[in-house]
């Protein structure tokens, strides 16, 4: 079975930038979706970016568009989430998620990593 392995997270300053990474355990990533979700303290999971099979496709929340970029490499069987200009609000678990549907449906995802922590301070 799929598995992904997220990294990159860390504690930062506001207006600074992350990128994270999630790696996969088998070639056959390259046949799912893949996303970026993300948990707040006391909030439910959101959903943040996802991109296509293919990675011609990608698609954002509103209170990350313009900032976040989500990008795959299949050689590296890695999807990636740069973060810039964070802020406060984007201080959360980001979880990276394989789907076979697309756009991502958050109920049905086949595959999540294990998260990993973003904290952005001031």
């Known amino acids: 079975q799929l598995q992904l392995t997220e990294s990159g997270g860390g504690l930062v300053q506001v207006g600074g930038s992350l990128r994270l990474s999630c790696v996969a355990s088998?070639?056959?990533?390259?046949?799912?979706?893949m996303g970026w979700f993300r948990q707040a303290p006391g909030k439910e999971r959101e959903f943040v970016a996802g991109i296509s099979w293919s990675g011609a496709s990608t698609y954002y929340s509103d209170s990350v568009k313009g900032r976040f970029m989500i990008s795959r490499d299949k050689a590296e069987k890695s999807v990636y989430l740069q973060m810039n200009s964070l802020n406060s609000e984007d201080t959360a678990v980001y979880y990276c998620?394989?789907?076979?549907?697309?756009?991502?449906?958050?109920?049905?995802?086949?595959?999540w990593g294990q998260g990993t922590l973003v904290t952005v301070s001031s």
């Open positions: 088998r070639r056959t990533f390259t046949n799912y979706a």
């Open positions: 998620a394989a789907d076979n549907n697309y756009p991502l449906e958050p109920d049905y995802i086949e595959v």
